[in-house]
């Protein structure tokens, strides 16, 4: 069996110490293919720098919306030019936090940034991923003001049933993570209406850990927890989600 983490932060200082260690064991373990996902000008290009070294790792490159303090035009020609490498097969994380931004002014410009990136992606032929928060309306008004030709995905999805439809509408995949996992989580509903090509895992690692390890640094390993509650929900078996799963994610990212 093998497993697609489609969206993790090997770039993230708290694997500073022992990333080699962690890559090799993830692979080991079962998760053959992971995407190392950019969020700033640095993290994107560590994200490269960590996909450029190992085959079976695939890098993103984006400013997220709560990186854009003090962005410039600069900064996104850099963005466009990191991403003309082939092992980004993304844009991303890219969108809308209004959870963490409550300004106005700031939130206006999160959506001009979003914009500018999408256009990127089309310029180079690119999906995007979407990182969405408490921002429900304005990222699906975005998104069909501004198609994005290759779609992409709804990293962490919100367990929101409105905003998966018309994601899906969009053609969009949607991604979840451990947070399915958690006890207070209700994820059955939003877990169904995802047909089963739509659908894809994550761990968002060292965030967002599944049960029943929560408290710890989360890991790609871990993935195998969001599949299981995947299976559990759809009631297939584990092998059926980790193919479904990693057939998708290949079909998204373009990769042969
Ligand atoms: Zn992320």
Not at 159 to 180: C, M, P, T
Not at 187 to 216: A, C, F, M, W
Not at 225 to 243: D, R, T
Request: glycine fraction near 4%.
């Amino acid at each position: 069996m093998e497993l697609f983490d489609t969206h993790s932060h090997y770039n993230d200082q708290k694997f500073d110490e022992d990333l080699e260690e962690i890559i090799n064991n993830t692979y080991e373990s079962g998760v053959t293919k992971f995407m190392c996902i950019g969020y700033d000008i640095k993290s994107s290009k560590k994200a490269l720098e960590i996909a450029s070294k190992y085959d079976f790792i695939y890098a993103t490159v984006g400013i997220s919306p709560n990186d854009i303090d003090g962005i410039s035009k600069s900064d996104l020609n850099e963005i466009e030019i990191l991403a003309q490498n082939n092992k980004v097969l993304a844009i991303g994380e890219i969108g809308l936090d209004y959870y963490w931004e409550k300004d106005e002014d700031k939130r206006s410009l999160q959506r001009k940034i979003f914009i500018n990136q999408i256009e990127i992606a089309n310029r180079l032929n690119l999906p995007i991923v979407i990182h969405t928060r408490d921002a429900y309306i304005d990222t699906i008004k975005v998104l069909k003001e501004h198609v994005c030709k290759n779609t992409g995905i709804f990293h962490c999805c919100p367990l929101n049933n409105e905003l998966i439809k018309d994601g899906l509408k969009l053609g969009y995949y949607i991604s979840f993570s451990g947070v399915i996992t958690f006890k207070n989580s209700k994820p059955e509903i939003p877990i169904n209406q995802v047909p089963l090509d739509r659908i894809l895992i994550e761990t968002d690692s060292p965030y967002l850990t599944p049960e029943p390890y929560r408290g710890k640094r989360n890991d790609s390993r871990n993935v195998i927890e969001v599949a299981k509650k995947i299976s559990q929900v759809k009631n297939l078996s584990l092998e059926e989600v980790a193919k479904i799963t990693y057939d998708n994610a290949k079909r998204v990212y373009k990769i042969s």
